[in-house]
């Protein structure tokens, strides 16, 4: 009886870390996305963050596919000369903090 509730917890342990290993690299697939609609790191001059707001400065903004963004779940974009305004929650500071690894 002991035998069976310890496999059934080793079961469940090694289904939760699976389950967890893959939110982790869904996250960091819809940033690289991201990255990608935004026409690239090398197209990326500055980033900042403002509450749920995440601002970025761009060397061309011409290369940004904004309804691409818009299907990854931001709420909202402005754009304003070379810089993109996008509303994406408190996923900013996250999407933030990736871009500055990868420059």
Same mark, same amino acid.
């Given at each position: 009886?002991?035998?069976?509730?310890?496999?059934?917890?080793?079961?469940?342990?090694?289904?939760?870390? *699976? =389950?967890?290993?893959?939110?982790? @690299? +869904?996250?960091?697939?819809?940033? &690289?996305? #991201?990255?990608?609609? %935004? $026409?690239?790191?090398?197209?990326?001059?500055?980033?900042?963050?403002?509450?749920?707001?995440?601002?970025?400065?761009?060397?061309?903004?011409?290369?940004?596919?904004?309804? *691409? =963004?818009?299907?990854?779940?931001? @709420? +909202?974009?402005?754009?304003?000369? &070379?810089? #993109?305004?996008?509303? %994406? $929650?408190?996923?900013?500071?996250?999407?933030?903090?990736?871009?500055?690894?990868?420059?």
């Amino acid at each position: 009886m002991i035998y069976e509730y310890l496999i059934i917890g080793v079961v469940f342990a090694i289904l939760l870390l *699976a =389950i967890i290993k893959i939110n982790k @690299k +869904g996250v960091r697939l819809d940033m &690289n996305k #991201l990255v990608e609609y %935004l $026409g690239g790191k090398d197209n990326i001059l500055d980033t900042e963050v403002n509450l749920s707001r995440f601002i970025v400065t761009l060397e061309d903004v011409d290369k940004v596919d904004k309804d *691409a =963004i818009v299907e990854l779940g931001a @709420k +909202g974009i402005v754009e304003m000369d &070379n810089q #993109l305004k996008i509303i %994406l $929650g408190p996923d900013s500071k996250q999407l933030k903090k990736y871009i500055d690894e990868i420059k």
